[in-house]
Nanobody, 129 residues
């Protein structure tokens, strides 16, 4: 059984920063075989892609709405992925989910919900104006 657990969400003022973490575990789960992604879902909206990082960390991909403000990273030795969010805006308010996709494809090829095999429970990020 694979578990993805997000942490680091909270309430922040516009212009502020937050760092989300995603801890992965599972008896047969080899973290370094998975592309890791972050998605978000705002109230009344569909879940949308935010960022992804290749299994080896050598490529990343971002939604246009966050490019230049967010940075995704991973530590394969610690089975963890991160999302550093800066210059936050009220429109960034959402539940943020991390997800894992078993593939060797580059991060730019993995940006759709249906491509991901495992999901975390989500962490709330609220940006006040």
């Amino acid at each position: 059984q694979v578990q993805l657990v997000e942490s680091g969400g909270g309430l922040v003022q516009a212009g502020g920063s937050l760092r989300l973490s995603c801890a992965a575990s599972g008896r047969t789960f080899t973290f370094s075989n998975y592309v890791m992604g972050w998605f978000r879902q705002a109230p009344g909206k569909e879940r949308e892609f935010v960022a992804s990082i290749a299994s080896d960390g050598h490529s990343t991909n971002y939604a246009d709405s966050v490019r230049g403000r967010f940075a995704i990273s991973r530590n394969n030795a610690e089975n963890a992925a991160y999302l550093q969010m800066s210059s936050l805006k009220p429109d960034d308010t959402a539940v943020y989910y991390c997800a894992a996709c078993y593939t060797s494809l580059p991060a730019t090829s993995v940006s759709h919900n249906y491509q991901y095999d495992y999901w975390g429970q989500g962490t709330q990020v609220t940006v006040s104006s």
